[in-house]
């Protein structure tokens, strides 16, 4: 862990903290002013209603940048602090993928070092570097949430964790997750990887016969699906009514 945080400095080098970097896509950090108008649809200070995808989805985020900057930070301290914030949770979240996946077949030594080589390697891949570039909350979400959905999965396909458990782990992960709506094909991508996921579970899982392993995993993407849906009905209800008065 020691060594993932200390990867997710790395933000801290790349201008003095006085330096508010900035390019095509990265605006300034929201003031506390700016983050109350996103709890709103509509937009007294542009005397329009806002797009579901410029404030609602990315919420957490707008509550980092005003919280920081309403407890004293400046803008630029505040803007390093979340950029390190986010480079450093996308590690931590393979950390405890991998824990998940072999803690109990390979000894401490050998699972810790396969999950810092393989932090290294998610939270600096050339595949992401333009999402820094101009802070997309949405790949940024993406990359965070998704090595965290699949350890509940895991769990849940293992028998590791209870239903009720899941289903309240899952709350937060998936507020958390709720950032991917500012570009929601990247819901696909969530879709995607737990469908390959469980798919390769129920293929190549040696424990136990096919139709033991369908219930669970049944059970735990039912359970996953539907508390994920409901924490972000919040963008997901306007996104699809703005599809249908759109078609």
């Not at 797009?51 to 004293?72: D, E, K, M």
């Not at 940024?140 to 009720?164: C, D, E, N, V």
């Not at 699906?225 to 963008?235: D, E, K, P, Q």
């Amino acid at each position: 862990i020691v060594t993932i945080i200390l990867m997710g400095l790395i933000p801290a080098l790349w201008a003095p903290w006085d330096t508010i970097l900035i390019s095509e896509d990265l605006a300034l950090p929201r003031t506390p002013q700016q983050f109350f108008l996103t709890l709103h649809s509509w937009n007294p200070v542009l005397n329009t209603g806002t797009p579901y995808n410029v404030a609602h989805t990315a919420i957490l985020t707008f509550a980092q940048q005003a919280g920081l900057q309403a407890i004293g930070f400046s803008p630029a301290v505040t803007q390093r602090l979340i950029m390190i914030l986010w480079m450093t949770l996308p590690g931590l979240g393979v950390y405890v993928l991998v824990r998940a996946l072999f803690a109990s077949r390979l000894s401490r030594v050998q699972w810790q070092t396969a999950a810092a080589v393989g932090a290294s390697f998610y939270m600096f891949n050339l595949y992401i570097e333009h999402a820094w570039r101009g802070f997309n909350i949405g790949v940024l979400t993406a990359q965070t949430a998704l090595p965290l959905l699949l350890t509940l999965l895991y769990l849940g396909f293992k028998g590791r964790i209870s239903s009720l458990r899941l289903a309240l782990y899952t709350v937060p992960v998936a507020l958390w997750s709720s950032g991917v709506g500012v570009n929601p094909p990247l819901v696909l991508v969530f879709v995607a990887a737990i469908a390959a996921f469980a798919l390769a579970y129920l293929l190549f899982s040696t424990s136990g016969r096919l139709s033991s392993r369908l219930v669970p995993v049944l059970r735990t993407v039912g359970i996953l699906g539907t508390a994920s849906i409901l924490i972000n009905a919040f963008w997901i209800i306007p996104f699809v009514g703005q599809i249908q008065a759109t078609t």
